[in-house]
């Protein structure tokens, strides 16, 4: 199984900032075969992909965080990051690392950590 385990949640005041971290491990886990990302889930909404990157670095966001959320990952460490500023009370939610993988283009493997709170209060 892969392990996911995020921490760097709390809460913050809105225009503030948070670090997010996402460590990563597991007999079957190899980080450079993943693309890493991070999802979110507010009350009685689905859940919603914030933003993700490849193992050479290409990265994608949402426009609802563009601009605001940098995703990063430190392959050596099989640890993947998420820089959030100017926070806004409608970013509240549960944080959840992802890791998936597609072998052959063909069914995709998702991986999924337990997840962290983030409140931005206004």
């Known amino acids: 199984q892969v392990h996911l385990v995020e921490s760097g949640g709390g809460l913050v005041q809105a225009g503030g900032s948070l670090r997010l971290s996402c460590a990563a491990s597991?007999?079957?886990?190899?980080?450079?075969?993943?693309?890493m990302g991070w999802y979110r889930q507010a009350p009685g909404k689905q859940r919603e992909l914030v933003a993700d990157?490849?193992?050479?670095?290409?990265?994608n966001y949402p426009d609802s965080v563009k601009g605001r959320f940098t995703i990063s990952r430190d392959n050596a460490k099989n640890t993947v990051y998420l820089q959030m500023n100017s926070l806004k009370p409608e970013d509240t939610a549960v944080y959840y690392c992802?890791?998936?993988?597609?072998?052959?283009?063909?069914?995709?493997?998702?991986?999924w950590g337990q997840g962290t709170q983030v409140t931005v209060s206004s």
């Open positions: 597991g007999s079957i886990f190899n980080i450079n075969v993943m693309v």
């Open positions: 992802n890791a998936h993988y597609t072998p052959w283009g063909l069914n995709r493997y998702d991986y």
């Open positions: 990157i490849t193992s050479g670095g290409s990265t």
